[in-house]
């Protein structure tokens, strides 16, 4: 899978290789500045952000809140500002899906 961010309109704003939760973090955090000072409507998508495979299918359709991407060793950076990063453990405790 690429490794490209793209906005909402379908507009390239940058990378993550699907390795480090905290570099995704960084990245986003990046992304949001330049917007915001182009004063862009161009939105990002938790759901379309690079390596989605990577993050449990059972996890896939989860909405408690926002999961920006799952790195290789299972830890997601989620929030609506990516602002957290969470074990997948952790996660799932708050999902209505029974993972048992």
Same mark, same amino acid.
């Given at each position: 899978? !690429? *490794?490209?961010i793209t906005t909402d309109g379908g507009r390239v704003v940058g990378t993550w290789d699907g390795k %480090? !939760?905290?570099e995704l973090q960084i990245e986003l955090t990046r992304i949001w500045n330049v917007l915001r000072e182009e004063n862009a409507r161009d939105r990002l998508v938790a759901r379309k952000m690079p390596h989605r495979e990577q993050l449990?299918? *059972?996890?896939h359709s989860f909405n408690a809140y926002h999961i920006w991407g799952c790195d290789l060793d299972g830890r997601c #950076? %989620?929030?609506t500002r990516a602002d957290r990063v969470e074990a997948v453990d952790? #996660?799932?405790t708050f999902s209505l899906i029974d993972h048992h």
């Open positions: 899978m !690429a *490794d490209e %480090v !939760a905290e449990p299918e *059972d996890l #950076v %989620v929030g952790k #996660v799932r």
